[in-house]
């Protein structure tokens, strides 16, 4: 008895690449599969992008009556709108179906709204735990609905409150930040969050959990599991790991040298060569993704430019040299790139 396995680009890519297909036979297999954009397609798209972008801002409005209201609420009033919007993003979840648009909506939105309520519930008792804490409980919290679910949405908002537990809580026990580091806060979070992968040691916790996460991820997508398809999930953490270990490289090249760097050292360069390695192999040869290939290309073409600024930059004269050789791996890059779609168009 086979499996059925859904009709997707990724799965018709793989089929074609291992019985291997010609361009006209895999043309009339997306054919055949229906996969190919036409009006009622673009409409469902439309349809789904409203409706995320209308939770998205229902949720945005809740969170800014309650920083406009809160004074003014009793604590009844705010833990019952709360716990009312949450029941009422399950009900939607469970009337329409997990698997539907609207039922995934509202299953994302309660698990927000799960975060919002554990906000609440630290500002009215002052219960005085860490903020890493908070991050942790919300993502414990909402795993059961992650595992049911079965929506890459979820589990990037799951993997984004790891990583924020796990910069707390280095930056809250193991080594509270200071100097420069701490004056950032005054820049805002955002700011502040970026500057936390200066830290090679964070950067390396980082960017291990994260890889794990991408190399369990594709783990599920080479097997077959259907809501695991998606590039989404896998951009976004490619994106965050490759972050992770380019920031602290960057640094340590531009720095007076590493001894200078405070909480910088070698580990970081090599495994940026390795990450990058592995991705330029990986996503060419093995899974088709041509966005981490570019993001993997710019980042080493960051830290050549960086070596070349750091070491060869004697005068205004380079400036010249400088800018012909970015404008030469950008169009090597672009070659390159164009290069490799071609064969996957020609050997999907």
């Known amino acids: 008895m086979h499996k059925e396995i859904q009709a997707s680009y990724a799965n018709l890519q793989e089929m074609a690449r291992r ?22 397609g673009w409409f469902t798209l439309m349809d789904r992008f409203l409706l995320t972008l209308g939770a998205l801002l229902i949720v945005a409005g809740i969170a800014a009556f309650f920083a406009g209201n809160w004074a003014a609420l009793s604590h009844w009033m705010k833990f019952t709108l709360i716990q009312c919007g949450i029941l009422g993003s399950v009900l939607i979840a469970w009337r329409f179906g997990i698997d539907s648009p609207a039922g995934k909506t509202g299953l994302f939105a309660a698990a927000f709204l799960t975060g919002v309520l554990l906000a609440v519930f630290g500002q009215i008792f002052q ?29 990037l908002l799951f993997q984004l409150l790891l990583n924020l537990s796990i910069i707390m809580y280095y930056t809250q026990v193991l080594h509270p930040p200071d100097g420069w580091w701490e004056l950032t806060r005054l820049l805002g979070p955002l700011v502040w969050l970026g500057t936390t ?9 980082l960017f291990l959990f994260n890889l794990a996460a991408l190399i369990l991820w594709e783990f599920g997508n080479h097997h077959g599991v259907s809501w695991m398809q998606g590039s989404l999930f896998p951009r976004l953490i490619a994106f965050a790991i490759m ?34 390695a592995l991705a ?24 050549i430019t960086s070596l070349f600024i750091r070491h060869l930059m004697t005068d205004s004269g380079s400036l ?3 800018a012909l050789m970015v404008m030469a791996q950008v169009a090597g890059a672009a070659w390159w790139l164009r ?10």
């Open 19 to 40: 019985l291997k297909l010609s361009e006209k036979a895999y043309r009339r297999a997306v054919a055949l599969a229906r996969l190919t954009p036409n009006r009622t």
């Open 127 to 155: 219960t005085g735990a860490d903020p890493y804490g908070l991050f942790l409980t919300w993502a414990l919290l909402i795993l059961p609905w992650a595992v049911i679910g079965r929506q890459a949405g979820l589990w």
């Open 197 to 205: 992968v200066m830290d090679s040691t964070l950067a390396s916790y």
């Open 243 to 276: 972050n992770t270990v380019l920031i602290p490289t960057l640094i340590i090249i531009v720095a007076a040298g590493i001894g200078n760097a405070s909480g910088l050292h070698m580990i970081s360069p090599i495994l940026w060569l390795a990450a990058t």
């Open 280 to 303: 330029l192999y990986y996503y060419q040869h093995r899974r088709h993704d041509l966005f981490i290939l570019t993001l993997s290309l710019l980042g080493a073409i960051m830290v």
């Open 320 to 322: 010249l040299l400088l």
């Open 339 to 348: 290069e490799v779609a071609q064969r996957w168009e020609a050997n999907p």
